[in-house]
T-cell receptor, first 114, second 111 residues
């Protein structure tokens, strides 16, 4: 049973560029959430996708956007990259019908903006 | 809004020492409480959880009790091992709201 998988594992981009990160949820899960974890900090919620729509959003600018596909996989897009966007981006999956079940996290994508 | 405050690290202990990592929370309603662990180079793994007051979550020798009266969920282990070295995050969720994490506490266990 595959858990949450994310790609790529590491990425280096230049300021102003755009980036796309990918996530496949745990088998049987239908909801994907994205978190940003800056160095030395706890994860911060970016947004959550279910049924191919954004259901909840944290305090992140519109430069951060996402998408969910019919197979429940998801992408996180960040435009006009800033140095402050350098972080570990974590994807987590869950089942919408069981809100008290824990999130399952992937190993993350380490984004470095230079 | 909801928030989690956990003790700042790093915490350095000798093997077989007793561990306590303090966590307090602020939330409306009755949140579920979680401890997640992050090993070097990896994502977060759920360590234990509690969903209502006085519940005790436990796993791999770690324990935490949901204390509504003190709004706390302190993590404890009686005898730590080198393999427990990691970053520990306290978190909460109220119903369908996203997880809110503390800043994390780095634990280093030396042999």
């Amino acid at each position: 049973d595959a858990g949450v998988t994310q790609s790529p594992t590491h990425l280096i981009k230049t300021r102003g560029q755009q980036v796309t990160l990918r996530c496949s949820p745990k088998s049987g899960h239908d909801t994907v959430s994205w978190y940003q974890q800056a160095l030395g900090q706890g994860p911060q919620f970016i947004f959550q996708y279910y049924e191919e729509e954004e259901r909840q959003r944290g305090n992140f600018p519109d430069r951060f956007s996402g998408h969910q596909f019919p197979n429940y996989s998801s992408e996180l897009n960040v435009n006009a990259l800033l140095l402050g966007d350098s972080a570990l981006y974590l994807c987590a999956s869950s089942l919408i019908s069981d809100p008290r079940s824990p999130l399952h996290f992937g190993n993350g994508t380490r984004l470095t903006v230079t | 809004g909801d928030s989690v405050t956990q003790m700042e690290g790093p915490v350095t202990l000798s093997e077989e020492a007793f561990l306590t990592i303090n966590c307090t929370y602020t939330a409306t309603g009755y949140p579920s409480l979680f401890w997640y662990v992050q090993y070097p180079g990896e994502g977060l793994q759920l360590l234990l959880k509690a969903t209502k007051a006085d519940d005790k979550g436990s796993n791999k020798g770690f324990e935490a009790t949901y204390r509504k009266e003190t709004t706390s969920f302190h993590l404890e282990k009686g005898s730590v091992q080198v393999s427990d070295s990691a970053v520990y995050f306290c978190a909460l969720s109220s119903g369908n709201t996203p997880l809110v994490f503390g800043k994390g506490t780095r634990l280093s266990v030396i042999a």
